[in-house]
Protein backbone atom coordinates (compact mmCIF):
# COMPACT_ATOMS: atom_id res chain seq x y z
CA UNK A 1 0.00 0.00 0.00
CA UNK A 2 1.68 3.91 -1.06
CA UNK A 3 2.55 5.51 1.61
CA UNK A 4 0.98 9.20 2.01
CA UNK A 5 4.49 10.72 0.52
CA UNK A 6 4.63 7.71 -2.29
CA UNK A 7 0.79 8.92 -3.19
CA UNK A 8 2.14 13.20 -3.19
CA UNK A 9 4.72 12.42 -5.56
CA UNK A 10 2.33 10.48 -7.99
CA UNK A 11 0.22 12.79 -7.25
CA UNK A 12 2.71 15.86 -8.53
CA UNK A 13 4.15 13.73 -11.12
CA UNK A 14 0.40 12.97 -12.97
CA UNK A 15 0.08 16.73 -12.72
CA UNK A 16 3.45 17.50 -13.86
CA UNK A 17 2.24 15.16 -16.96
CA UNK A 18 -1.14 16.90 -17.71
CA UNK A 19 0.19 20.02 -17.59
CA UNK A 20 3.12 19.36 -20.12
CA UNK A 21 0.36 17.80 -22.44
CA UNK A 22 -2.52 20.07 -23.24
CA UNK A 23 -4.87 18.66 -25.90
CA UNK A 24 -7.01 21.16 -27.57
CA UNK A 25 -10.12 20.34 -28.24
CA UNK A 26 -13.19 21.87 -29.75
CA UNK A 27 -15.63 22.51 -26.77
CA UNK A 28 -18.19 24.34 -27.93
CA UNK A 29 -20.17 22.66 -30.09
CA UNK A 30 -23.56 23.19 -28.82
CA UNK A 31 -23.34 27.36 -29.66
CA UNK A 32 -21.93 26.11 -32.59
CA UNK A 33 -24.45 24.36 -33.79
CA UNK A 34 -27.26 26.54 -32.60
CA UNK A 35 -25.35 29.17 -34.92
CA UNK A 36 -25.44 26.94 -37.75
CA UNK A 37 -29.03 26.54 -37.21
CA UNK A 38 -30.31 29.35 -37.09
CA UNK A 39 -27.98 31.39 -40.01
CA UNK A 40 -28.44 28.26 -42.35
CA UNK A 41 -32.81 28.96 -41.91
CA UNK A 42 -32.10 32.48 -41.34
CA UNK A 43 -30.01 32.57 -44.73
CA UNK A 44 -32.27 30.36 -46.94
CA UNK A 45 -36.10 31.44 -45.76
CA UNK A 46 -36.03 35.22 -46.05
CA UNK A 47 -34.02 34.18 -49.80
CA UNK A 48 -36.66 31.70 -50.88
CA UNK A 49 -39.29 34.45 -49.94
CA UNK A 50 -37.62 37.49 -51.55
CA UNK A 51 -37.16 35.47 -54.23
CA UNK A 52 -40.69 34.59 -54.93
CA UNK A 53 -41.97 37.56 -54.14
CA UNK A 54 -39.60 39.54 -56.69
CA UNK A 55 -40.52 36.93 -59.45
CA UNK A 56 -44.63 37.87 -58.54
CA UNK A 57 -43.42 41.37 -59.63
CA UNK A 58 -43.90 42.70 -56.43
CA UNK A 59 -41.86 46.18 -55.11
CA UNK A 60 -38.70 46.07 -53.26
CA UNK A 61 -41.00 48.08 -50.09
CA UNK A 62 -43.15 44.99 -50.24
CA UNK A 63 -40.62 42.43 -50.74
CA UNK A 64 -38.80 44.12 -47.77
CA UNK A 65 -41.84 44.70 -45.55
CA UNK A 66 -42.75 41.13 -45.84
CA UNK A 67 -38.99 39.82 -45.54
CA UNK A 68 -38.47 41.37 -42.42
CA UNK A 69 -41.78 40.12 -41.03
CA UNK A 70 -40.85 36.44 -42.09
CA UNK A 71 -37.36 37.52 -40.16
CA UNK A 72 -38.91 38.19 -36.69
CA UNK A 73 -41.26 35.75 -37.05
CA UNK A 74 -38.50 32.89 -37.77
CA UNK A 75 -36.61 34.50 -35.37
CA UNK A 76 -39.42 34.15 -32.13
CA UNK A 77 -40.33 30.34 -33.26
CA UNK A 78 -36.84 29.41 -34.39
CA UNK A 79 -35.86 30.80 -30.65
CA UNK A 80 -38.37 29.01 -29.06
CA UNK A 81 -37.91 25.43 -30.47
CA UNK A 82 -34.37 25.28 -29.45
CA UNK A 83 -36.08 26.24 -25.84
CA UNK A 84 -38.16 23.60 -25.98
CA UNK A 85 -35.25 21.02 -27.06
CA UNK A 86 -32.56 22.35 -24.52
CA UNK A 87 -35.55 22.17 -21.76
CA UNK A 88 -36.51 18.47 -22.79
CA UNK A 89 -33.30 17.55 -22.51
CA UNK A 90 -32.74 18.77 -19.07
CA UNK A 91 -36.10 17.57 -18.03
CA UNK A 92 -34.78 14.05 -19.85
CA UNK A 93 -31.82 14.18 -17.55
CA UNK A 94 -33.38 15.25 -14.49
CA UNK A 95 -35.91 12.25 -14.64
CA UNK A 96 -33.13 9.37 -15.56
CA UNK A 97 -30.90 10.89 -12.89
CA UNK A 98 -34.38 10.50 -10.17
CA UNK A 99 -34.57 7.00 -11.60
CA UNK A 100 -30.99 6.33 -11.38
CA UNK A 101 -30.65 7.66 -7.91
CA UNK A 102 -33.54 5.64 -6.43
CA UNK A 103 -32.61 1.97 -7.87
CA UNK A 104 -28.92 2.95 -6.50
CA UNK A 105 -30.95 2.68 -2.99
CA UNK A 106 -33.40 -0.10 -3.49
CA UNK A 107 -30.97 -2.85 -5.33
CA UNK A 108 -27.68 -1.68 -5.29
CA UNK A 109 -26.33 -5.34 -5.67
CA UNK A 110 -27.58 -4.90 -8.99
CA UNK A 111 -26.51 -1.74 -9.91
CA UNK A 112 -22.75 -3.09 -9.37
CA UNK A 113 -23.80 -5.37 -11.51
CA UNK A 114 -24.15 -3.12 -14.26
CA UNK A 115 -20.82 -0.76 -13.42
CA UNK A 116 -19.22 -4.32 -13.78
CA UNK A 117 -21.02 -5.48 -16.69
CA UNK A 118 -19.74 -1.81 -18.53
CA UNK A 119 -16.10 -2.30 -16.83
CA UNK A 120 -16.27 -5.44 -18.63
CA UNK A 121 -17.22 -4.28 -22.05
CA UNK A 122 -14.04 -2.37 -22.05
CA UNK A 123 -11.83 -5.59 -21.45
CA UNK A 124 -10.87 -4.84 -18.09
CA UNK A 125 -10.90 -8.34 -16.04
CA UNK A 126 -13.18 -9.17 -12.77
CA UNK A 127 -10.11 -9.15 -10.34
CA UNK A 128 -9.31 -5.53 -12.25
CA UNK A 129 -12.92 -4.22 -11.81
CA UNK A 130 -14.17 -5.17 -8.60
CA UNK A 131 -11.98 -2.66 -6.41
CA UNK A 132 -13.29 0.21 -8.46
CA UNK A 133 -17.08 -1.08 -8.08
CA UNK A 134 -16.49 -1.24 -4.04
CA UNK A 135 -15.11 2.40 -4.01
CA UNK A 136 -18.13 3.43 -6.21
CA UNK A 137 -20.39 1.77 -3.68
CA UNK A 138 -18.67 3.70 -0.74
CA UNK A 139 -18.99 6.99 -2.98
CA UNK A 140 -22.91 7.38 -3.90
CA UNK A 141 -22.44 10.82 -6.26
CA UNK A 142 -19.35 9.50 -7.71
CA UNK A 143 -21.39 5.87 -8.66
CA UNK A 144 -24.78 7.97 -10.22
CA UNK A 145 -22.55 10.44 -11.83
CA UNK A 146 -20.38 7.19 -13.40
CA UNK A 147 -23.98 5.28 -14.05
CA UNK A 148 -25.46 8.27 -15.88
CA UNK A 149 -22.85 9.23 -17.99
CA UNK A 150 -21.21 5.38 -18.99
CA UNK A 151 -24.94 3.40 -18.29
CA UNK A 152 -27.59 6.02 -20.05
CA UNK A 153 -24.37 8.32 -22.11
CA UNK A 154 -26.18 11.62 -20.69
CA UNK A 155 -24.07 14.42 -19.64
CA UNK A 156 -25.28 17.24 -16.89
CA UNK A 157 -27.05 19.91 -18.84
CA UNK A 158 -25.85 23.42 -17.94
CA UNK A 159 -29.37 25.04 -16.10
CA UNK A 160 -28.93 28.33 -18.12
CA UNK A 161 -28.93 25.84 -22.02
CA UNK A 162 -32.63 26.63 -22.79
CA UNK A 163 -31.79 30.43 -22.32
CA UNK A 164 -29.01 30.72 -24.20
CA UNK A 165 -29.84 28.63 -27.24
CA UNK A 166 -33.09 29.90 -27.81
CA UNK A 167 -31.15 33.50 -27.29
CA UNK A 168 -28.39 32.41 -30.10
CA UNK A 169 -30.60 30.69 -32.30
CA UNK A 170 -32.91 33.79 -32.90
CA UNK A 171 -29.98 36.80 -33.33
CA UNK A 172 -27.87 33.96 -35.56
CA UNK A 173 -31.24 33.70 -37.33
CA UNK A 174 -31.61 37.56 -37.62
CA UNK A 175 -28.62 38.22 -38.46
CA UNK A 176 -28.84 35.79 -41.51
CA UNK A 177 -32.22 36.63 -42.06
CA UNK A 178 -31.32 40.22 -42.91
CA UNK A 179 -28.75 39.66 -45.67
CA UNK A 180 -31.21 38.61 -48.55
CA UNK A 181 -33.02 41.92 -47.59
CA UNK A 182 -30.05 44.31 -47.83
CA UNK A 183 -30.25 45.18 -51.43
CA UNK A 184 -33.88 45.96 -51.66
CA UNK A 185 -32.81 48.57 -48.90
CA UNK A 186 -31.47 50.38 -51.42
CA UNK A 187 -32.98 49.36 -54.79
CA UNK A 188 -36.25 50.24 -55.58
CA UNK A 189 -37.18 47.64 -58.51
CA UNK A 190 -37.53 44.45 -56.85
CA UNK A 191 -36.33 42.39 -60.02
CA UNK A 192 -33.10 44.54 -60.52
CA UNK A 193 -32.75 44.10 -56.38
CA UNK A 194 -33.04 40.25 -56.49
CA UNK A 195 -29.89 39.74 -58.77
CA UNK A 196 -28.00 41.92 -55.91
CA UNK A 197 -29.51 39.76 -53.05
CA UNK A 198 -28.86 36.48 -55.08
CA UNK A 199 -25.06 37.20 -55.76
CA UNK A 200 -25.17 38.47 -51.70
CA UNK A 201 -26.76 35.57 -50.25
CA UNK A 202 -24.79 32.76 -52.22
CA UNK A 203 -21.54 35.07 -51.34
CA UNK A 204 -23.10 34.39 -47.56
CA UNK A 205 -23.88 30.78 -47.62
CA UNK A 206 -20.30 29.75 -49.33
CA UNK A 207 -18.80 32.21 -46.40
CA UNK A 208 -21.11 29.92 -43.86
CA UNK A 209 -20.82 26.92 -45.40
CA UNK A 210 -16.64 26.95 -45.18
CA UNK A 211 -16.89 27.97 -41.38
CA UNK A 212 -19.71 24.98 -40.77
CA UNK A 213 -16.99 22.96 -42.19
CA UNK A 214 -13.92 24.13 -40.76
CA UNK A 215 -15.84 23.97 -37.35
CA UNK A 216 -17.62 20.89 -37.43
CA UNK A 217 -14.19 18.53 -39.07
CA UNK A 218 -15.37 18.63 -42.27
CA UNK A 219 -14.48 19.49 -45.75
CA UNK A 220 -15.05 23.35 -45.86
CA UNK A 221 -15.02 23.40 -49.05
CA UNK A 222 -17.63 20.64 -50.25
CA UNK A 223 -19.54 22.23 -47.13
CA UNK A 224 -19.72 25.63 -48.69
CA UNK A 225 -20.86 24.26 -51.86
CA UNK A 226 -23.35 22.10 -50.51
CA UNK A 227 -24.82 24.75 -48.66
CA UNK A 228 -25.10 27.43 -51.35
CA UNK A 229 -26.15 24.74 -53.91
CA UNK A 230 -29.11 24.25 -50.97
CA UNK A 231 -29.69 28.41 -51.14
CA UNK A 232 -29.93 28.15 -54.79
CA UNK A 233 -32.15 25.63 -55.44
CA UNK A 234 -34.43 26.63 -52.54
CA UNK A 235 -34.44 30.61 -54.19
CA UNK A 236 -34.83 28.81 -57.72
CA UNK A 237 -38.04 26.94 -56.66
CA UNK A 238 -39.70 29.81 -54.66
CA UNK A 239 -38.80 32.25 -57.97
CA UNK A 240 -40.23 29.60 -60.46
CA UNK A 241 -43.13 29.18 -58.48
CA UNK A 242 -43.92 32.48 -57.90
CA UNK A 243 -43.61 33.11 -61.95
CA UNK A 244 -45.57 29.87 -62.54
CA UNK A 245 -48.20 31.57 -60.38
CA UNK A 246 -48.05 34.72 -61.42
CA UNK A 247 -46.42 35.61 -64.69
Given at each position: ???IDERRHLDAEKQRLLNQHKEKHFTAGEIVRDIIIGVSDGLTV??????GLSGANATSSIVLTAGIAEVAAGAISMGLGGYLAAKSEADH?????KREEEEIIAVPDTEAAEVAEILAQYG????????????????????????MKFELGLEKPDPRRALQSAFTIAVAYILGGLVPLIPYMFIPRATDAVVGSVCLTLAAL???????????????????????????????????MAKAVHP
Open positions: MATPFALAAYTRELIEPHEYAPVVNALRKKPQAWLDFMLIFGYAKGYFTGNKPISSALQTALIGAIASAAAFG
